[in-house]
């Protein structure tokens, strides 16, 4: 599908979404009310479920259960326990309380009558305890940050999801990011893996496939192999980061085309035999792209792609062309402003 046609449908689906958002506004609204429609089943006194339809489920808590093993039980996977937990914001989870368990998918667009869902990416490069580069994170800032997130209520979601997200295929929680550490510097596994995974997040690596193995500063691929084992995702950033938009000096057309078909084929083809899997994400070196560029990773076979254009992204974004924000100053201010996950669009 070409690129105006998806800005068409996602025009489209705005519209439509608006007004499926009031009505579920409205129906979200009336929940305390006599419910419009019979329930399925009404519990007895003294019953776990006291409530279920079609919709929803209302039960009292026996003590021991948490968002995670109720996603499991009645939505099949552990993972949706944002949907619990947003569902029954402030909740202790404690005996006897009384919870909502949604089970229907929830607003796969993420349109509410407040706004649009959108989607920060924090984009990161390299560590170490002390920096002497904006592209560098030291690692006690990038510790804090990454406390605010977990602290904050913030969701870190794979590239998958967001995938999945921009297909208008799943909801995802109301606020959500993906982290992507760039090019494959060996302080990604000696720094900042150990922290994500003490605050229960993963990671996109977006690695140049020339790099690694090549000095002491880069990643090797056994350690790829052992942070993709825990749920971190590997990406393309070609063979050799360099700008895949223009052509270099005194190059032709036909000598162009076939450098940049070569740097997004070989990276891909070295990714997907070397960690057994199937690339479908790009970031683009510097984040440089151009019509041609986003045409031949089509044909290749990507399917999500990332500039370093700032700002988040809506379900309707074009997938090839999503933005990022490189996260550059050191303080705090700074990094919070880049999580904004909705956009304002009044919808009443």
Known sequence: MGISRRRVRGVFLIALLAGLALMTSCAWENLSRTPSEPALSRGKPGERVVFRSEDYAVLRLGGDEKAESLARE????????????????GATFAKDQMIVVPLKEENKGGLTPEGCQIVPVLCYHHFAERCDSSLCTPTSVFEQQMRFLKEEGYSVISTAELGEFLAFRRAIPGK????NLDDGYRSTYDIAYPILKKYGFTATLFIYTAFIGASRNALTWD??????????????????????????????????LARIKKELLLSKQILDDRLN?????????????????????????????????????????????????????????SFSLKLKTIHPISLK
């Not at 959500?176 to 982290?179: N, R, S």
């Not at 044909?299 to 792609?305: A, D, L, Q, S």
């Open 74 to 89: 009645f939505l099949g996977d552990p993972r949706k326990a944002w949907v619990i937990a947003e569902a029954n914001r």
């Open 176 to 179: 959500a990011v993906v982290i």
């Open 223 to 256: 350690q790829l192999k052992t942070m993709k084992a825990d749920g971190f995702e590997v990406g393309s950033h070609s063979v050799n980061h360099v700008d895949l938009s223009k052509r270099m000096e005194g190059e032709s057309e036909k000598e162009y």
């Open 277 to 333: 899997q199937d690339t479908r994400y790009i970031a683009f070196p510097y984040g440089e792209f151009s019509p041609v560029l986003l045409k031949l990773c089509e044909e290749i076979g990507y399917r999500v792609g990332f500039s370093v254009k700032s700002g988040g992204n809506p379900f309707f974004s074009e997938p090839l062309t999503l933005k990022r924000d490189q996260i550059l100053k050191k303080d705090m201010q």
